[in-house]
């Protein structure tokens, strides 16, 4: 027979890659089931996700660590349970992000903007560099043993993704959901362009509160009015109080003058103001300010805007025209100060909206953008959730998600940008509109040939909302689209259930007229160790590819997922890492155990196993392994995926490695349980690699892999005759039912367990040798069969002579110098007499004893309340039968003390 020694060491180094590129050269990752084979099956179910597409030029980070190992886990699972499993990899343009690091790239190494470049060149030189880093993400989603099918990557500016980009822009346009006008939006002046609403993120920041006189016209009399922003007075196009305002009711339908400029401007009355703040006063803005923006449209007043598009002010600004709007700012104040137009100046916190990607200070302007219609959109996305075609995982999100959408906005669409999908509409002298699924070659309405596209793209997310189905070659009606969508899960972060989730339910209903998924599962953040975000300022940032690297993947994936519930934010830190790779160790050595273990076995034909009896340990790891099945598919048919890892952790960790392996040692030793002992071993270690395989893949591959060769070449063989050639698509185990006697066995195992315990603490604090072997004398009462059937293995693992142990159902007389354990009704006398100080063992009796006699009146309180009535007859018996133990238990102790 052959030799199958494990290296001592597990090297995840030379093991990850080998394992990976076994799998995707074997075709793993592919559906079993495929529409565009001739032996495609229609009647099997498949199991879809789409990867959530992360920045074509970005880097991995710990967040695309926390999906790649959620997902790949969910895909895993499925493709084990047997479903023809797929999952969708590719990567998101990002407009502005992947603009702005070409731009940046551009200034330093060509000192060159894009506007000198061109645009024809500036979209020539960001593909170059899509191109060149594009396949950097991409390549480290891999490293984390994404199984994802990558001959069906897409790229969201991909021809056949472009195209279902402008289908779906010409529909939305022909059923007149789709708009042009002006309208006030957040413009970002560093990028220069419009950012949506989500794309805007608000800080608490210190201000000046600047007040200043309001001049009624043709009169010495003033409004004080106070702004945290004096430069937009340039826009002011009213001054509003309260109609109940007895201060300043008299002013209402006069005029007031603009300071510096000398405009008159109406006072108006509206509700909006409030009395209580500031001055009462309002000056109103609408090019600027989004409350002023709905006050003048309700008092059809003008909207001027005072700013260009990198925020210098225009032509309306008269002598500050060209001026940055802060330098600006102290210009008109200063001139305000001369004109003796100034109150005072006070400290003031506020609000300051920021730009998300550029973190410059986003000015709400006037600007000509697309938008969609987003109520009937919105309804449509409401009911399906509403309606349970959409679950959401946590629930407690689904209230998040209605109150967005019933609070929706028209969606800002256009961005002000090169890189992108540039908006399908086509404009003429004579300003006729040509909108067009194939680039035209003459205006629709009149035939010019003088015909020029719309110089802006796509909001990124328009194009990442049609993803689960544009994946999949929508609009055209493929095999994988007909097959494979929907889709089934959605898994992502909470912080873009709106930016994304909501877009995709959306484009879902209204393109395909399905939801595009039945689940979203939403996790949460990822935090340092101690709960705090990470930040590069913080320098708290955990590097995935650093912590890969020293740990290896496993430890990585396991510490996400086992940390983790779904929508909770989840704290890493290097030490959980180095944990879980010590947990890799455990793995690796336990194979490496097992697989030695069936190499001792003599060559030959295998024993009769019916003739083979099992014993307690084989009957009570079997059982509790049992147990972890029902518990684990229950935990991932709730989606408790890090309570399931946790479940298989310790059954590997404390039941099989620290117990039934040391057992089996001894059970290895009778050739009456040799093989009945080694094939428990593999069929348990078999077991816990198939569990734990879709959370750390590589690990249990590979060892999965030396037990099947090593079990192929023994006389067992015939254990792995329908195992597949790689754990990957080896069946996930199957709960079964209890047969009855499990528990028997499980409480049985458990009092040898508590046994050899006591013991071991007991030699501990005594401080005896674990060398040493001492004699016992039990008196066990009803569990002297039990426990004279388990003598030998309570000897092996207590350390106790087992010549000298002696067990009866009960002592005429109690041994003299011994130290007394009481487990139970059991009692056991270690004679210690020249090996420790027996004076000192009552402070450990009188501890017992107290520990004893809490339990005896938790007990009592409980019986004597509510539950003896309320609960299951079985469970009342149960909790009573506990407390004649712990009484018993108790009276014994009591008497050694005397």
């Known amino acids: 027979m052959t030799k199958h020694e494990l290296p001592k060491a597990y090297d995840f180094k030379a093991t990850e890659s080998r394992i990976y590129a076994m799998w995707d050269s074997g075709g793993y990752f592919k559906p079993h089931n495929d529409p565009n084979k001739p032996d495609f099956d229609p009647n099997v179910k498949p199991f879809v996700i789409s990867i959530p597409p992360p920045n074509v030029t970005g880097e991995l980070h710990i967040g695309h660590a926390m999906f790649v190992s959620v997902e790949d886990l969910m895909v895993r699972y499925h493709r084990m349970k047997g479903f023809s499993t797929l999952w969708v990899p590719g990567t998101d343009h990002a407009g502005i992000a992947t603009q702005l690091m070409v731009e940046r790239d551009l200034l330093k190494n060509d000192e060159v903007t894009r506007e000198e470049l061109g645009r024809d060149k500036f979209v020539e030189r960001t593909w170059d560099w899509k191109h060149k880093y594009g396949g950097m993400i991409t390549n480290q989603i891999r490293r984390m043993g994404a199984?994802?099918?990558?001959?069906?990557?897409?790229?969201?500016?991909?021809?056949?993704?472009?195209?279902?980009?402008?289908?779906?822009?010409?529909?939305?346009?022909?059923?007149?959901?789709?708009?042009?006008?002006?309208?006030?939006?957040?413009?970002?002046?560093?990028?220069?362009?419009?950012?949506?609403?989500?794309?805007?993120?608000?800080?608490?920041?210190?201000?000046?509160?600047?007040?200043?006189?309001?001049?009624?016209?043709?009169?010495?009399?003033?409004?004080?009015?106070?702004?945290?922003?004096?430069?937009?007075?340039?826009?002011?196009?009213?001054?509003?109080?309260?109609?109940?305002?007895?201060?300043?009711?008299?002013?209402?339908?006069?005029?007031?003058?603009?300071?510096?400029?000398?405009?008159?401007?109406?006072?108006?009355?509206?509700?909006?103001?409030s009395m209580e703040f500031g001055t009462g006063a309002l000056k109103i803005t609408p090019g600027h300010d989004p409350n002023d923006y709905a006050i003048a449209q309700r008092h059809n007043l003008p909207i001027i805007s005072m700013l260009d598009k990198e925020a210098k002010v225009n032509e309306n600004g008269g002598k500050y025209q060209g001026q940055d709007r802060i330098v600006a700012r102290k210009n008109i104040w200063a001139d305000m100060k001369a004109a003796d137009l100034v109150i005072k100046t006070e400290p003031y916190t506020t609000t300051i909206p920021r730009s998300q990607r550029g973190g410059e200070i986003v000015e709400p302007m006037i600007s000509e953008q697309w938008f969609v219609k987003m109520e009937s959109l919105a309804d449509k996305g409401l009911d399906a959730v509403r309606n349970g075609q959409i679950k959401i995982v946590p629930e407690r999100f689904e209230k998040v998600y209605y109150n967005w959408l019933d609070n929706i906005k028209d969606w800002c669409i256009s961005r002000q940008l090169w890189w992108g999908h540039r908006i399908p509409v086509w404009y003429c002298p004579e300003h006729h509109m040509t909108v067009a699924r194939e680039d035209p070659t003459q205006c629709a309405t009149c035939g010019s040939k003088e015909i020029h596209q719309d110089d802006d793209v796509l909001d990124t997310w328009f194009s990442s909302g049609l993803w689960p189905f544009s994946t999949l070659g929508w609009p055209e009606q493929t095999p994988d689209l007909k097959y494979f969508y929907p889709t089934s899960y959605m898994e992502t972060g909470y912080d873009i259930l709106f930016f994304w989730v909501a877009r995709m339910i959306m484009s879902g209903l209204e393109f395909t007229e399905v939801p595009p998924f039945h689940t979203v599962y939403l996790h949460g953040l990822v935090r340092d160790e101690l709960g705090h975000k990470m930040s590069k300022t913080k320098g708290n940032v955990l590097d995935p590819l650093i912590v890969m690297d020293e740990f290896g993947?496993?430890?990585?994936?396991?510490?996400?997922?086992?940390?983790?519930?779904?929508?909770?934010?989840?704290?890493?830190?290097?030490?959980?890492?180095?944990?879980?790779?010590?947990?890799?160790?455990?793995?690796?050595?336990?194979?490496?155990?097992?697989?030695?273990?069936?190499?001792?076995?003599?060559?030959?034909?295998?024993?009769?196993?019916?003739?083979?009896?099992?014993?307690?340990?084989?009957?009570?790891?079997?059982?509790?392994?049992?147990?972890?099945?029902?518990?684990?598919?229950?935990?991932?048919?709730?989606?408790?995926?890090?309570?399931?890892?946790?479940?298989?952790?310790?059954?590997?960790?404390?039941?099989?490695?620290?117990?039934?392996?040391?057992?089996?040692?001894?059970?290895?030793?009778?050739?009456?349980?040799?093989?009945?002992?080694?094939?428990?071993?593999?069929?348990?270690?078999?077991?816990?690699?198939?569990?734990?395989?879709?959370?750390?893949?590589?690990?249990?591959?590979?060892?999965?892999?030396?037990?099947?060769?090593?079990?192929?070449?023994?006389?067992?063989?015939?254990?792995?005759?329908?195992?597949?050639?790689?754990?990957?698509?080896?069946?996930?185990p199957e709960p079964r039912e209890l047969e009855g006697w499990e528990e028997s066995k499980i409480a049985d195992f458990t009092l040898v367990q508590e046994l050899v315990r006591s013991i071991r603490n007991l030699r501990a604090e005594k401080n005896i040798a674990p060398s040493k072997k001492l004699a016992a004398n039990i008196s066990a009462g009803d569990r002297t069969d039990l426990l004279k059937d388990q003598a030998q293995m309570i000897a092996a693992l207590a350390s106790l002579d087992f010549s000298l142990l002696t067990i009866d159902q009960s002592l005429t007389e109690k041994p003299e110098d011994s130290a007394v354990i009481v487990v139970g009704s059991v009692e056991i006398y270690i004679p210690l007499a020249g090996t420790v100080d027996l004076a000192n063992d009552k402070p450990r009796l009188e501890k017992e004893l107290k520990e004893a006699e809490s339990h005896i009146e938790r007990l009592e309180k409980l019986l004597s309340s509510d539950f003896a009535n309320k609960a299951p007859a079985a469970l009342v018996a149960k909790e009573a039968e506990k407390l004649a133990a712990y009484k018993d238990t108790a009276e014994k102790i009591k008497a050694q003390l005397k």
């Open 147 to 273: 199984s994802c099918d990558w001959d069906r990557e897409r790229f969201t500016l991909d021809e056949g993704l472009s195209r279902a980009v402008r289908e779906a822009f010409v529909r939305l346009y022909e059923k007149g959901l789709i708009y042009r006008g002006p309208r006030l939006v957040n413009w970002s002046p560093q990028l220069k362009t419009a950012v949506s609403d989500l794309e805007v993120e608000y800080s608490e920041e210190k201000a000046t509160l600047y007040y200043f006189k309001y001049m009624i016209a043709d009169s010495d009399e003033f409004i004080p009015v106070a702004t945290i922003r004096p430069e937009t007075i340039l826009g002011d196009t009213a001054v509003a109080v309260h109609p109940e305002d007895e201060r300043f009711k008299k002013f209402i339908g006069k005029k007031a003058i603009v300071p510096i400029l000398g405009r008159e401007i109406p006072i108006i009355a509206d509700d909006y103001v």
């Open 553 to 732: 993947t496993d430890a990585l994936r396991f510490t996400m997922l086992v940390g983790s519930t779904p929508g909770n934010d989840t704290n890493v830190g290097i030490k959980k890492v180095e944990a879980n790779r010590n947990f890799a160790n455990k793995i690796w050595n336990a194979g490496r155990f097992v697989i030695n273990a069936i190499d001792s076995l003599e060559d030959g034909p295998s024993s009769a196993v019916n003739g083979q009896t099992w014993t307690l340990a084989d009957s009570w790891i079997w059982a509790k392994m049992q147990t972890l099945i029902r518990d684990v598919e229950r935990q991932f048919q709730n989606f408790q995926y890090g309570q399931a890892g946790q479940q298989i952790y310790e059954f590997i960790w404390n039941d099989f490695a620290d117990w039934y392996v040391e057992i089996a040692k001894e059970q290895m030793k009778n050739e009456a349980t040799k093989q009945q002992t080694v094939e428990t071993l593999v069929r348990v270690l078999d077991t816990c690699l198939r569990l734990l395989h879709p959370f750390t893949p590589f690990i249990t591959e590979e060892v999965w892999g030396h037990l099947h060769q090593a079990l192929k070449d023994s006389r067992i063989a015939d254990i792995a005759k329908d195992w597949p050639t790689a754990l990957i698509t080896a069946r996930f």
